[in-house]
């Protein structure tokens, strides 16, 4: 079962594979692995929060499925569905970053961010970290708005840029 998963997402390795083995082993075991595949996969797992990592070693490499790892991890069903999607979008973006994959299927299209397009991105990257859990985002707004001239944010939109854009 976990051979087929890996098989169907021929995007992160070639085929004729054994998913139990050790990436780094495989790669000198003259196996069909590609060290430059398996480098950036490692490198881009290396990316994700633990959560996420941890759920596409034991998805795609261990061929775990939802309920067993509903069992392991404690975690509905629903909220393992809504993990997966988020990992599996992260590590594209990772992967396109890294390594292009011939055969890798293009992430979609990130709409336009204001932010990242600004000149000062850096800067208001740093603004954006430096909010506390306490904090809202209203002082955050205000100072984009009026220091650095950007459109009328909303508080999603910063959550959104911190989560998915400053990588």
């Not at 629903?78 to 992967?95: E, I, S, V």
């Amino acid at each position: 079962m976990a051979k087929e998963r890996l098989v169907y997402q021929d995007w992160i390795v070639a085929l004729g594979h054994d998913p139990c083995l050790n990436w780094q082993e495989a790669a000198g075991a003259g196996t069909s692995y590609n060290a430059a595949a398996i480098r950036a996969v490692t490198q881009a797992l290396g990316n994700l929060n633990e959560d996420e990592a941890a759920f596409i070693r034991l998805f795609y490499f261990q061929g775990m499925r939802y309920d067993d790892m509903s069992r392991l991890t404690g975690r509905a069903t629903h909220k393992l569905t809504r993990l997966h999607k988020r990992a599996m979008r992260k590590l594209r973006l990772h992967l396109q970053r890294i390594l292009d994959l011939p055969g890798a299927p293009s992430a979609p299209p990130l709409p336009a961010c204001p932010i990242c397009s600004h000149p000062r991105r850096d800067e208001i990257n740093l603004l954006i970290k430096s909010k506390s859990d306490q904090e809202t985002w209203k002082k955050i707004i205000r100072s984009l708005r009026q220091e650095y001239d950007l459109p009328v944010l909303k508080p999603q939109s910063l959550i959104s840029h911190r989560k998915y854009h400053m990588i």
